[in-house]
């Protein structure tokens, strides 16, 4: 079936870097764009950025620019996503998901979510 | 950045009445060349990631109950849950796609009066 598995928890120092995987599997890889999402203890949803799987041509939101890095694998169907720099602040669960690929300027939903990966930055 | 802005934060509903979750965006997320609204909602259960319900503001995705349903256009929109059931108590998310970054409102926490 139609899914997105990612990697398991960590826990990582204050300074650190991170990298979570997403594995896509039921689906055409180059079909569809790769998000990440991530939501801090109680709080809501934070757009982070994403690729475009057929080239691998990246987005980021202004607040991770530089400190996020999304590449992908295509012969794995595989999402990575690195996180450098890290502070308590980036305590979270880290989502990945999947929007439909249309060449228009608008977006499409995200239909299929990962489970998530919860990231601990703590000394 | 569009801004999303939920309404309440909160919300209390008795088992089989109507709730209704407000959300209103900074900038309109309507495309006139086609005249969508680049506008979704999700729902998010404890220890879960978000599911999809409606897209396009109203566009409910498959297999979701017709209990749930959307309107509005352009700065405001509406998830109504016609009857609510147990199993509906969640965190409800709005979310813009028009343009990047895509942008979440605050979340409403939805509970049985």
């Known amino acids: 079936q139609v899914q997105l598995v990612q990697s398991g928890a960590e826990v990582k120092n204050p300074g650190a870097s991170v990298k979570i995987s997403c594995k896509a599997s039921g689906y055409t890889f180059t079909s569809y764009y790769v998000h990440w999402v991530r939501q801090a203890p109680g709080q809501g949803l934070e757009w982070m950025g994403g690729i475009d799987p057929r080239d691998g041509r990246t987005s980021y939101a202004q607040t991770f620019q530089g400190r996020v890095t999304v590449t992908r694998d295509t012969s794995t169907t595989t999402v990575y996503m690195e996180v450098t720099s890290l502070t308590s602040d980036d305590t979270a669960v880290y989502y990945c998901?999947?929007?439909?690929?249309?060449?228009?300027?608008?977006?499409?939903?995200?239909?299929?979510w990962g489970q998530g990966t919860v990231v601990t930055v703590s000394s | 950045d569009i801004v999303m802005t939920q309404s309440p934060d909160s919300l209390a509903v008795s088992l089989g009445e109507r709730a209704t979750i407000n959300c209103k965006s900074g900038h309109s997320v309507l495309d006139s060349s086609n005249n969508k609204n680049y506008l979704a909602w999700y729902q998010q259960k404890p220890g879960q990631p978000p599911k999809l319900l409606i897209y396009w503001a109203s566009t409910r995705e498959s297999g979701v109950p017709d209990r749930f349903s959307g309107s509005g256009s352009g700065t405001d929109f509406t998830l109504t849950i016609s009857s609510l059931q147990a199993e509906d108590v969640a965190v409800y998310y709005c979310q813009q796609c028009f343009s990047t970054p895509y942008t979440f409102g605050q979340g409403t926490k939805l509970e049985i009066k």
């Open positions: 998901m999947r929007e439909a690929v249309d060449d228009s300027p608008r977006g499409q939903p995200f239909d299929i």
